[in-house]
C-alpha cells in the first residue's frame, strides 16, 4: 500500500515563502506522475503542480514563477517550493501519486497567506 505523509505547512504573510514536502512509502510502485493539488473552502479540488516520471513539470497559471516543484526519486519525496505567496495560495494542500493503476493522496496540509 502506497502512503503520502507531508509536512511544511503552515501561516505566512503574503510575500513569503514556505515549502511543502511529501515522504512517500510502499514497496514496488512505479509512480508516473506525482505533485500537489490545493482545496480552498467552498472552492473545488486544483491541480498545482505535477512532474512526470520523465521529469516534465506542469503548473497552474496561478502559480507559474512562484511555485517549483521538485521530486527525489532516492528519498521518494516530493517537495514544493512556494515564494511570493498570495491570500488566495489559502488552501489545503495535498500530495498526489499515480501508477499504473490508481492515484493516491495524502492527508493534507493546511497553508494559510495573511494580507
Known amino acids: 500500500q502506497v502512503q503520502l505523509v507531508e509536512s511544511g505547512g503552515g501561516s505566512v504573510q503574503a510575500g513569503g515563502s514556505l515549502r511543502l514536502s511529501c515522504a512517500a512509502s510502499?514497496?514496488?510502485?512505479?509512480?508516473?506522475?506525482v505533485g500537489w493539488h490545493r482545496q480552498a473552502p467552498g472552492k473545488q479540488r486544483e491541480v498545482v503542480a505535477v512532474?512526470?516520471?520523465?521529469?516534465?513539470?506542469n503548473y497552474a497559471d496561478s502559480v507559474k514563477g512562484r511555485f517549483t516543484i521538485s521530486r527525489d526519486n532516492a528519498k521518494n519525496t516530493i517537495d514544493l517550493q512556494m515564494n511570493s505567496l498570495k491570500p488566495e495560495d489559502t488552501a489545503v494542500y495535498y500530495c498526489?501519486?499515480?501508477?499504473?493503476?490508481?492515484?493516491?493522496w495524502g492527508q493534507g496540509t493546511q497553508v494559510t497567506v495573511s494580507s
Open positions: 512532474i512526470t516520471s520523465g521529469s516534465i513539470s
Open positions: 510502499g514497496r514496488g510502485f512505479t509512480f508516473i506522475a
Open positions: 498526489y501519486a499515480r501508477t499504473v493503476a490508481r492515484s493516491y
